[in-house]
């Protein structure tokens, strides 16, 4: 896949990129201030590489609007710890959630912090809380998805790469990329899981804000030539799916062409 690998780094944003535009809502400047950092501890959630915006009110009670892109979520010695590319700082940066004071959606709506994990990332800020320590309950569908989310964040985050490497995300990439997953998911498991389809719809609106970054790739890529170098019938659907993914818009431009052909995906519809 060192095609692929070549080609997925040329067209996907690093941490010293500009970020992808985002709406200012009520006409709020980002201002950029020094975030808190905090010891990282071990009991902690890795995250698909959503890029969103934030307001955020730091120890001493100063607020800002910043571009993030998530990374992981950990327990913190007084609340969660979010790990995240600020794009302001254009570096990592550690950020409390319980001074995140919103996430907002495009079109402007603000979503409360313990919600837009619990029905996007689908964790449980409660069990990362240092009040809280037993392990969350949550209903199946999003257990199911979750445990999906987990076995595929490799292969579905190339696929999402490979979508956006045109600068767009069209909905038929989308639903590409979800009938990928959906597929696979027995397969990849001993057996199917109860509520399995519903997962696959609470699985679908955080595909659609993942934005996966080129520092990622290598691991990404390094996990799926191990899975594909062993199992035939994943490489068969991976591949069927990067082809589909590509031809998805209705048409191929050159450097997608020559991809196609050095990987030897079907290239002619």
């Known amino acids: 896949m060192s095609s692929l690998n070549d080609w997925l780094f040329d ?45 955020y009110r730091d120890s001493k009670g100063n607020q800002t609007r910043r571009r993030i892109t998530l990374r992981k979520v950990a327990r913190g010695p007084h609340a969660p710890i979010l790990t995240a590319i600020c794009h302001e700082r254009r570096a990592v940066r550690a950020f409390r959630c319980d001074r995140i004071e919103g996430f907002i959606e495009d079109d402007g709506e603000v979503i409360d912090c313990n919600r837009f994990f619990r029905d ?13 320590k037993a392990a969350p309950t949550i209903p199946t569908a999003l257990s199911v998805a979750r445990q999906i989310r987990n076995d595929f964040r490799a292969p579905l985050s190339i696929l999402v790469a490979l979508a956006r490497s045109d600068e767009s995300f069209i909905s038929e990439e989308l639903d590409v990329i979800c009938g990928f997953a959906e597929t696979m998911a027995p397969t990849l498991h001993s057996s199917a899981h109860p509520g399995e389809v519903s997962a696959m719809t609470e699985l679908r609106p955080l595909i659609r804000r993942m934005r ?20 035939p019938s994943f490489r068969e659907a991976f591949e069927d799916a990067m082809n589909d993914v590509l031809w998805a818009d209705g048409r191929v431009a050159e450097g997608e062409r020559r991809l196609i052909n050095e990987l030897g995906l079907a290239g002619d519809r």
């Open 11 to 55: 067209k996907t944003p690093g941490i010293d990129d500009a970020p992808p535009p985002h709406p200012q809502m009520d006409g709020q400047p980002i201002i950029s201030e020094d975030d808190e950092w905090l010891e990282t501890p071990t009991d902690s959630y890795d995250l698909e590489e959503v890029y969103t915006l934030i307001d």
């Open 120 to 132: 996007m990332m689908m964790i449980d800020l409660n069990y990362l809380s240092h009040r809280e």
């Open 212 to 231: 996966p970054s080129r520092e990622s790739l290598d691991g990404y890529l390094h996990k799926v030539r191990s899975v594909t170098s062993n199992d």
